[in-house]
């Protein structure tokens, strides 16, 4: 996966910079993006510094799973085309046509209300599966990580 350069979003919970966007690129599950309270949709944005191939993503909401339908876009010129579109975000993962790319949003079409905004742990993309995202972290029955990185 990609090191990041930066990422932005529609917004986050309470202009609270520790539950920021950019916890969402720093690939630690004591880190995350979340929204305002009773928000279904926004949008997250990655830049990923200079264009890159990047056919693999892994986004990882679980212990919250808020999010029923999200779209994942890149940037071509000034407009945003569909990568894909999915529902159920819980723990992500997915391999796509390659396409080369700088930045990539994920929108957020919908949610499960009304337990509160979404939250999201991690976002990864790239070209390989290669043990920089969290794909192996597993959570507990109490909803906390299990502090081993893959």
């Known amino acids: 996966m990609y090191p990041v350069k930066s990422a ?15 916890q969402v690129i720093d690939h630690d599950l004591g880190t995350r993006w979340a929204m305002n309270t ?20 892994i986004i990882d909401e679980r212990s919250w799973a808020r999010v029923s ?6 940037k071509a010129g000034n407009d945003w085309k569909t990568l894909f579109e999915a529902r159920d975000m819980d723990l992500f993962v997915k391999e796509f046509p390659p396409v080369t790319v700088r930045n990539v949003r994920v929108s957020l079409l919908d949610g499960k209300g009304p337990s509160g905004g979404p939250t999201i742990w991690d976002i990864s993309v790239g070209d390989v599966f290669d043990g920089n995202g969290w794909l192996n972290a597993e959570s507990n029955p109490a909803g906390t990580w299990e502090w081993s990185k893959p």
Do not use: C, T
């Not at 990655?46 to 990047?54: F, M, N, T, V």
């Not at 339908?69 to 890149?74: L, T």
């Open 38 to 57: 009773g928000k279904e949709q926004g949008w997250i944005e990655l830049d990923l510094g200079q264009p890159r191939s990047i056919s693999k993503m």
């Open 69 to 74: 339908h999200f779209r994942v876009e890149y």
């Open 8 to 22: 932005a979003a529609s917004e986050f919970y309470r202009n609270d910079q520790s539950l920021g966007p950019q």
